[in-house]
Every structure is written in structure tokens, then in C-alpha cells.
């Protein structure tokens, strides 16, 4: 039993675990597949393959191009760090529309006719929060670098009656 | 010439397989355990809730209520569902829909922050490890199939493979037994992880002092970080925010009343019509092909039992409008709950109650009623009710609501409305009733 447990490399609680985890698993499986084996199959590594292979690579080869892209600053600006003035309402803005993108679509062709809604407002509203999103954000980074600004003034000339242009040296 | 000599261990191929190769500065064991901890939390109440909704249908009651017959031992469970608090279907269904939009965005970054262990290498190092990475392919497939089929489903978008309840639920079994696997594994990880840093201290760490966790701590700590662009207070608030914002955008569906408006994302965040019967609906009567001719004068509801009684040569009764709006009439107040997690406030239900319509049918102690609608096919055209649903005082067949007629969405010319259960078994546009003794 030992060189066996050995050999599996791990504790015989995990063994157990894992045997009566994966009965359940394979029960619920067996019956999942009934629905639509082909299907199901598809879904579920589509939705390993997409989601960890597709999507993830994407936004991550997104995040660094658009960081070695934007590397340029006008000299003039104090050094704030504004990647994540971009990276967040584009990521919340994203989720919403991966959730919500069969609405703001309009893809369900009978959802009007079924509920009396129609789909037409999705898109806008999507938009619409889009926008706040970004004009959020951009007001934000932009107190943030005032107050960045500020203290590079200050840093700069210390001195209260400090002159409006610094001495030529 | 050099020649380059293999080593004689094969180390991992160039790319994602080498650790090096990921290079950010806060991924680590300590912010995959909060957002791990966050969804050992708040999963099982998904997971529960969605169990409760299966029940809520009563599919031991008959088959016609079963839409996963083949259930076998995981209907373990269930048991017949109460008639009160009448708002019970209405906060399950919200609490499972809502939470399960809620926590996409925890799932995404927590799926995230794991990402360099796919490519782990080696690959397999035992058959310990072969069975951990085949449950985390159910993990991440099953979760990620459970979200999908339920977001699209609440948008009547249907393009998943076969019935939602079938995969929905049968899907949610396998997700549940790698969940628990994955539990079982990883929860003295996650402890030791939580452990070693201090959340408090980690909420006022600020980009310039954010450093990388102890490279001893695990196999997601980069071993070549990259300078920071976030602190993981940063990660964690991003994260929040997401969530907070899709709940923003779609809890009002469940709430209902004036917030229903600032549910600006979820399916039902409109308001529907104007007048008495301007609450949500599902299913219109034009969708589901209810004509005008079927609903108007010539419409008769027919009141049969079977059993005993049926044996007693009690025959059908047959009813029209006028015969039940000349019966005893009751109020009930209740709302509309859908599975798809959208509700109404309680709306004022005039009608007869069904335990006066069971008597009337021959049956004083009924055990159940299968209530058929003028609906031709389609799941939902009939429904069986049990025993308490049949008793209690707020059962109506409602004639009227809001103090006025029936609309034809709402079941002109009369509908079943029972306390605490799912929409689809308020059944609309009633044409037969059969009473089992």
C-alpha cells in the first residue's frame, strides 16, 4: 500500500477525495453528454481553450503593446504612471460587454416580441456607460497630475518668494 | 566549431512553460487566496440557490414539472416546496442570478492570477498530479460553461448546445465535484497564503512600495518580475469595482419598483407599457400563439378529477368566465419571479381560489392539480401543483389584476398564480384543470 500511495504522490485522503469527486463528476458528465455529447464536448474545451488561450493571451498582448507604445510623454508632463487609467474602464467596459453582448447586440431576434422590451437600448446604454467610464478616468488622472505638477513646483522652488523664472546659471 | 550539447534532463520549452516567463510583480499565492477565498464564499450560495430553483419546480410531483428526469441520485435533495414567505422564489432566483453576474469579474481576475500553472512543467509528475489537472480542467470548463450557458440563457439568447435545464444543471454537478476537489486541495494553501500577509497592511501599500511576494512562496511568484504598473490593493479595487458595477447595472431587475430603471444592462431594466398589466412578462400571448378567437366568449375552463372520485362518476364541470367571476372572490397579493432572476413587485391578484375550484371539481382533498393552458407545446404549457400550493389561501386562478381585467400577456382570460413559485408555473391563459383525489 505504501509504494503504491508512492507511486500516486499523494496522501490516501486525497485518493479518496479524488475517487468519489470524480464518480460524481463522471455521473453528472455521463448525463450532461446525453443532452448532446458532440455539443457539450465543444463547450466545455472551447470554454478551457478560449477563455486560457484566447482571451487571456489577447488582453495581456494588448496591455504590453499598448505600454511599449505609448512610451512618449511630452517633456513638459511629471512622470504619472497612467496605465491604469486606461486599463480600467477598458477592462470594466469589457466585462460588461462579454456579459451583456448578446443584448447590446441585439441577437435574440424574439426578445421583443416575447417580453415587450425591445433591444434597441442596450447598445446605448453601453456606450453610455462606456463614456462615464473613460470621462471618469480621465478626470481623475488629470487631478492626479495637477497635484503631481504641484509638487514638482514646489520640489522645484521651495522658497516662498521664489522667482517666476529660475536664475540662468 | 561549438557544438551545443542537449542537457540531459529536457528542461521546458522555450515560451509560457518556462517560469521566467511571466513576469508580473503581483501575482502570488497571497492575491489568488483572496480572490479564492472570495469565491469559496460566495459559489456555494450560486450553487445552492441554483439547487433551490430545481426544487422550487417540484419535479417529484410529475414528470410533466421534471425537465431532468435522468437525475438519478442528485435530486437527493428535494422536497416539496413551500407556499411562504410568498417573496421566497422571487429573493432565491435573485440572489442566484445576481450573484452569478456579480462575481464574473472576481472569477476573470482570479482565473488570472493562476494563469503561468496551465502551463506547469512538467506537466505531469504524478498520477496524483494527472487527476488534480484533470479536475481543474472541469473547474475552469464547468465554471466557465455554468456562467455561459446561464448569462445567455437570461437574454433568450439560446445558442448553448440542447435545453438550458439539462445543462445547466447536469453541468452544475460536475463543476460542483471539482469545486470540491480543488477545495479539498488547495484550502491549507489558501490558509498558509492569507496567512503570510496582512490584508490591512497590503490596503495601504501604494505602487511605489509594492514588492513582489517571497519567491519561496510558491510557483506564481515570477522569478524575473517586471517593474509594478498596480499594487495589489490596485488589483483588488479594480476587481471590486467590476463587481460593483454589473451589480449596479442589473440588480434592479430583482428589486424592482424605481430602481427597476437603473438595471441599464439586465434584460428586464425597462419598464413594460403603462396601465394595470404594465409589469413584466416573459412570454407574450402573440409568441406563444394565443389567438383573440380562443380567449373571447367561446373560452370554457374545464374542471376534471381523476382517482377515486373520477371512479365516482363525477363528471368534468364546465365553466365560463362569468360562472367564475360569479364565485367567491379573493385578493392575493403577489409578485411575478422568473427563473431568468428578474421579478415584480407584488401585484394585486383578483380571482378564485384554487381550493374552492377543487371542490367544485369533485375533490376536497386533492394531492395535486395538472393545470394545462390553451398554449399549444412548449415546456411550460402545463404544470402540476401540489397539495399545500392547491390549499393555500393566496392560490388564486386570477381573473383580474391591479383592479382591472387580465391582459392577454398576463393570461386573459385566466391564469394560475400561486405564492413562492417560479413564473413559468403560474401557468397563463388556463384552459383545463385535473384534480388527482
Keep these: 500500500v505504501r509504494r503504491l500511495l508512492r507511486w500516486y504522490g499523494a496522501s490516501p485522503l486525497n485518493l479518496l477525495t479524488m475517487v468519489g469527486c470524480f464518480a460524481l463528476a463522471g455521473y453528472a458528465a455521463v448525463m450532461l453528454l446525453k443532452v448532446n455529447a458532440l455539443g457539450v464536448t465543444v463547450w466545455f474545451a472551447g470554454a478551457v481553450i478560449g477563455h486560457d488561450l484566447v482571451l487571456m493571451p489577447l488582453y495581456t498582448i494588448a496591455d504590453r503593446s499598448v505600454r511599449a507604445v505609448f512610451t512618449r510623454r511630452p517633456p513638459e508632463l511629471p512622470a504619472v504612471p497612467w496605465i491604469n487609467y486606461l486599463r480600467v474602464p477598458v477592462v470594466l467596459s469589457g466585462i460588461l460587454l462579454l456579459i451583456w453582448f448578446p443584448l447590446i447586440l441585439r441577437l435574440p431576434r424574439s426578445f421583443q416580441a416575447s417580453t415587450t422590451l425591445p433591444t434597441s437600448p442596450y447598445l446605448w446604454h453601453w456606450l453610455a456607460v462606456t463614456g462615464v467610464l473613460f470621462l471618469t478616468s480621465a478626470a481623475a488622472y488629470a487631478l492626479r497630475l495637477r497635484r503631481a505638477r504641484g509638487r514638482a513646483r514646489k520640489a522645484a522652488h521651495p522658497a516662498k518668494e521664489a522667482p517666476a523664472r529660475p536664475p540662468a546659471s | ?437
Design chain 2, 1 to 437: 566549431v561549438k557544438l551545443k550539447l542537449k542537457p540531459p534532463i529536457a528542461g521546458p520549452p522555450p515560451g509560457p512553460f518556462r517560469r521566467s516567463f511571466w513576469r508580473s510583480p503581483i501575482r502570488g499565492p497571497w492575491l489568488t487566496s483572496v480572490f479564492g477565498l472570495v469565491l469559496l464564499v460566495s459559489i456555494p450560495v450560486v450553487i445552492v440557490t441554483g439547487l433551490l430553483s430545481y426544487a422550487a419546480y417540484n419535479p417529484d410531483l410529475s414528470p410533466v414539472n421534471d425537465e431532468t428526469p435522468g437525475k438519478g441520485l442528485l435530486g437527493f435533495y428535494l422536497f416539496s416546496w413551500p407556499t411562504h414567505p410568498v417573496w421566497l422564489y422571487r429573493l432565491n432566483q435573485g440572489v442566484h442570478v445576481t450573484l452569478g453576474l456579480v462575481l464574473v469579474p472576481i472569477l476573470l481576475f482570479k482565473l488570472w492570477s493562476v494563469l503561468p500553472k496551465l502551463f506547469e512543467w512538467p506537466p505531469l509528475r504524478s498520477p496524483a498530479h494527472l487527476l488534480e489537472r484533470l479536475s481543474l480542467f472541469l473547474l475552469v470548463g464547468g465554471a466557465v460553461f455554468e456562467f455561459a450557458t446561464g448569462i445567455l440563457n437570461i437574454q433568450t439568447w439560446y445558442k448553448f448546445p440542447g435545453s438550458f435545464y439539462p445543462l445547466h444543471f447536469y453541468g452544475a454537478w460536475v463543476f460542483t465535484a471539482a469545486l470540491v476537489m480543488h477545495v479539498v486541495l488547495k484550502v491549507p494553501t489558501m490558509i498558509r497564503a492569507l496567512r503570510s500577509r496582512s490584508l490591512i497592511r497590503e490596503l495601504r501599500t501604494n505602487l511605489a512600495d509594492t514588492r513582489p511576494e517571497s519567491p519561496d512562496a510558491g510557483y506564481l511568484v515570477s522569478p524575473a518580475p517586471a517593474a509594478p504598473t498596480i499594487s495589489r490593493r490596485g488589483v483588488l479595487v479594480f476587481a471590486g469595482a467590476g463587481s460593483l458595477l454589473v451589480a449596479a447595472l442589473s440588480v434592479g431587475q430583482a428589486l424592482g419598483g424605481p430602481l427597476r430603471r437603473t438595471a441599464l444592462l439586465a434584460p428586464h431594466g425597462q419598464e413594460a407599457g403603462g396601465g394595470p398589466g404594465s409589469f413584466q412578462v416573459n412570454r407574450t400571448a402573440a409568441i406563444v400563439g394565443i389567438k383573440p378567437s380562443e380567449t373571447g366568449d367561446t373560452w370554457r375552463l374545464t374542471l376534471a378529477s381523476s382517482g377515486q372520485a373520477a371512479h365516482a362518476g363525477h363528471a368534468p364541470v364546465v365553466l365560463t368566465r362569468a360562472d367564475l367571476l360569479h364565485m367567491e372572490q379573493h385578493t392575493a397579493s403577489l409578485p411575478i419571479a422568473c427563473v431568468e432572476g428578474w421579478s415584480t413587485d407584488n401585484q394585486a391578484w383578483d380571482g378564485v381560489r384554487l381550493s374552492d375550484l377543487a371542490r367544485l371539481a369533485g375533490v376536497s382533498r386533492p394531492s395535486s392539480v395538472l393545470v394545462r393552458s390553451l398554449q399549444r407545446g412548449g415546456a411550460f404549457s402545463q404544470a402540476v401543483l401540489s397539495a399545500d400550493q392547491i390549499m393555500s389561501p393566496d392560490s388564486l386562478l386570477a381573473l383580474r389584476v391591479n383592479g382591472a381585467d387580465l391582459t392577454p400577456d398576463h393570461g386573459y382570460p385566466a391564469r394560475v398564480i400561486v405564492p413562492a413559485s417560479p413564473g413559468v408555473h403560474n401557468t397563463k391563459w388556463v384552459a383545463s384543470m385535473t384534480f388527482e383525489a
